[in-house]
């Protein structure tokens, strides 16, 4: 089913509980504006709300995925106060975060350029496939900015170590380096970027929404933090949560009968 309610985005859901967002400004090669922006976030926070939806696939119209910011956006932002400055920075920061926090498994399918605002969203997506063609850049810095609200996902991405390379570069660099360094789990060739996702899909369905969920809610906890007696206890708790719960007890008993559980249906 199609959902043309925005100017900016175009909303698809599957009768199998995948929705495909996909950037809808190809003209400008999807840059970011403050519509887009806004749009985006309320989609995404429709999405989370709609318990009919699985996954989540982030595409783009045209040749780019995103070319970063909008010129014109970028001229009225020049003229902005610093409180006006402020606050469009903190409506990016929120998109962002929507993103990266969503509870269901998010794919990134990415093609041509993807730059500043675009590759954060590719960091944010738990998931993201390549074409071997895309091309990346962090470019703030050849305009005097930093890439400052996408930061947070980019580094734990890429780790400090590159950061400091193409931050401070603003080089361009392609699909292959982008998977080295992390940012893309997948490369392949333009033609097989469709079939890449959908076999991703096709494996997230195995999986059990609720555990799927949670398990992200794990990796948030967990990363980057010492293993101290409270993990211990937390890590401990949130496993035996979900073997007494519904979805644990159907996957335990699915497996032993041999059969597929519920959800993989």
Not at 3 to 31: F, K, S
Not at 76 to 105: G, H, Q, V
């Amino acid at each position: 089913m199609s959902d043309r309610t925005v100017e900016t985005i175009r909303l698809d859901r599957r009768a199998d509980g995948v929705a495909v967002v996909t950037l809808a400004r190809p003209l400008v090669h999807n840059a970011f504006n403050e519509v887009m922006i806004a749009e985006l976030t309320a989609v995404l926070t429709r999405l989370e709300n709609d318990a009919a939806v699985r996954t989540v696939v982030l595409a783009a119209d045209g040749k780019s995925f995103s070319a970063g910011a909008d010129l014109d956006w970028m001229r009225r932002m020049a003229a902005y106060d610093l409180p006006e400055n402020l606050a469009d920075a903190k409506a990016l920061a929120e998109l962002m975060r929507t993103l990266n926090a969503l509870t269901k498994p998010t794919i990134a399918r990415v093609h041509g350029a993807v730059y500043g605002g675009g590759v954060g969203l590719v960091a944010c997506c738990d998931i993201a496939v390549a074409s071997d063609s895309a091309v990346f850049s962090l470019s703030e810095v050849r305009l005097g900015l930093i890439p400052a609200v996408i930061s947070p996902y980019v580094i734990a991405a890429i780790g400090a170590r590159a950061a400091r390379r193409w931050f401070l570069t603003a080089e361009r660099f392609d699909a292959a380096e982008a998977w080295r360094s992390g940012l893309i789990h997948q490369v392949t060739p333009p033609l097989g970027l469709d079939d890449a996702v959908d076999a991703l899909l096709a494996r997230l369905r195995e999986g059990a929404p609720g555990a799927q969920s949670a398990a992200k809610d794990l990796i948030f906890a967990v990363a980057n933090r010492p293993v101290t007696e409270a993990l211990i206890a937390d890590t401990a708790r949130r496993i035996a949560t979900l073997r007494a719960g519904e979805e644990g007890r159907e996957g335990i008993k699915a497996f032993l009968e041999k059969r597929t559980p519920m959800w993989g249906g």
